[in-house]
């Protein structure tokens, strides 16, 4: 199974301020998902990036808000821009199980307080 | 709308007996069906999983059915124990359609009483 690593784990932000999230795995995977989990809500698929082209945003994020990069195959950040309280979540990174894309490994993910 | 539910937010069980959790989907498209398991200040780990060509999937103390028609499913754990405490994620995928994401339900937390 993968190794997952995100930094930081958590973090205390001001609204207006940007926050950039790690994630590195510990072997080489074409595709990293990143997801949100808001407070009492499920997980949410944000954008698919896959290395050495753009991410593919799900319907209702932007490349603007939420950008993303995927320099190699074994990394990926994603920024949460012009933070607001409702971007309080806890961020995960994901990468496609080896068996079955679906059955994915998850890093142990960001939690993100905005004020 | 909410294409897969968990209608229950909690749930406590004694240590021994039967977890059974719970998850309901709207997506006649979805063929794919997964369990996983989160810890708390933990990523989410997959437990199980089932295809919508069978009707039970059995791993360990881990069984999970599939009723199509009704389209439910259920996670049965038997026999029930405290490191079994922890929320668990239904979710689904088409994988026979274009749109092969993995929808999550909002979760259960499961509590196993010593």
């Known amino acids: 199974s993968a190794v997952i690593s995100q930094k930081p784990s958590r973090d205390i932000c001001q609204r207006g301020t940007s926050l950039t999230i790690q994630c590195q795995v510990d072997s080489q995977v074409t595709m990293m998902f990143w997801y949100r989990q808001q407070p009492g809500q499920s997980l949410t698929l944000i954008a698919t990036a896959n290395q050495g082209s753009e991410a593919t945003y799900e319907s209702g994020f932007v490349i603007d808000k939420f950008p993303i990069s995927r320099p190699n195959l074994t990394f990926s950040t994603l920024t949460v821009s012009n933070m607001s309280p409702e971007d309080s979540s806890i961020y995960l990174c994901?990468?496609?199980?080896?068996?079955?894309?679906?059955?994915?490994?998850f890093g142990p993910g960001t939690r993100l307080t905005v004020l | 709308d909410q294409q897969v539910k968990q209608n229950s937010p909690s749930l406590s069980v004694q240590e021994g007996r039967i977890s059974i959790l719970n998850c309901d989907y709207t997506?006649?498209?979805?063929?794919?069906f997964l369990w996983y398991k989160k810890y708390p200040a933990e990523g989410p780990t997959f437990l199980i999983s089932i295809s919508s060509i069978k009707d039970k999937n059995e791993d360990g103390r881990f069984t999970v059915f599939l009723n199509k028609s009704a389209k439910h499913l259920s996670l049965h754990i038997v026999p029930s124990q405290p490191g079994d405490s922890a929320v668990y994620f239904c979710?689904?995928?088409?994988?026979?359609?274009?749109?092969?994401?993995?929808?999550f339900g909002p979760g259960t937390s499961l509590s196993v009483i010593p």
């Open positions: 994901s990468d496609p199980g080896l068996v079955d894309l679906n059955e994915q490994f």
């Open positions: 997506n006649s498209m979805f063929d794919y």
């Open positions: 979710a689904a995928s088409a994988r026979e359609t274009s749109y092969d994401k993995v929808i």
